[in-house]
């Protein structure tokens, strides 16, 4: 991370995520290079297996999606638009919208993400995975936990900060 243009917040420079099948064996690295504006696939190995650039209007995250979600959780919008770059089966950027869902003024912020099928996504949202990220209403930059599928396919699994009941996040 870097200082933004203006000191507006910070910009993301580099992104690496790294994956593991159902066995735990390494599938490889993804990596987003926004200062040389190219994302790469590679296998276990470390070997390239394909790559793109970016589009000029980089709104390309990975990684650090309890930053971006800020302006959600603070309630300055009401949607974020984004891509999400995925290496399987090739290199590709896929459209995504996040929103934010508010119970009360008491409860965790839930921040639901996921693909952008246009006018068809409430149709189709349905059989994709439930992606969220949960914030502390009291300290709304404060990340509570989050969910996301194991590995690609896999099971969803809740990432969850020690202090966090899982009862408090799904109702």
């Known amino acids: 991370l870097a200082p933004a243009e203006q000191g507006h917040g910070l910009r993301v420079l580099f992104e690496e995520s790294r994956s593991l099948d159902e066995q ?9 290079d926004h200062v040389r504006r190219v ?8 070997a390239t297996v394909s790559e793109i650039d970016l589009p000029a209007a980089d709104r390309v995250l990975n990684v650090p999606m309890n930053l971006f979600f800020k302006p959600l959780v603070r309630g300055d919008t009401r949607s974020l638009d984004f891509k999400l770059f995925l290496c399987r089966p090739n290199a590709r950027l896929m459209d995504f919208r996040a929103w934010a869902v508010r119970k009360d003024d008491h ?10 099928f246009g006018i068809a996504s409430g149709l189709l949202r349905h059989m994709v995975p439930k992606l969220s990220f949960w914030f502390d209403p009291s300290a709304p930059y404060r990340w509570m936990a989050h969910r996301i599928p194991l590995y690609s396919g896999g099971p969803e699994v809740m990432v969850v900060r020690d202090d966090v009941s899982t009862a408090s996040l799904v109702k």
């Open 107 to 116: 409860s965790p912020i839930e921040v639901r993400y996921g693909p952008d």
């Open 39 to 46: 994302a790469r696939c590679q296998n276990a190995s470390g």
């Open 24 to 32: 735990g064996q390494p599938l490889g690295t993804l990596s987003v």
